[in-house]
């Protein structure tokens, strides 16, 4: 299946893109993430690395943080996943949500 990424979105080398997804415009992807299938980022997130998504949709202006885990979730506009963080299926989190690092969701 096919990963959809806006021309003004940077996806860094040792990023892996699992298809069907989509990365929006001003998005940035750091090396070791992984987005995986049915998942949606919106423009101007920031995925750092070794996060995953996986399934979710992830709204604009939102930062994961680095080594976090986000499974079947969906994040407000500018939400911030700490590092580590791990949001599970059925997560839903409003705007400027704020999980902080190590949480588990």
Sequence with gaps: AHAWVAPEARVDDGAVLEGPCF???GTVVKAGARIGAYSVIGR???IDDHAVVE?????AGSRIGQD???RGAILGRHAHIGRSATLDEGVVLGDKSVVTDFSRL
Aim: charged share 15%; proline share 0%.
């Design 23 to 25: 990365v929006d415009a």
């Design 44 to 46: 101007h997130c920031h």
């Design 55 to 59: 399934r979710s949709i992830v709204w």
């Design 68 to 70: 976090a885990t986000v």
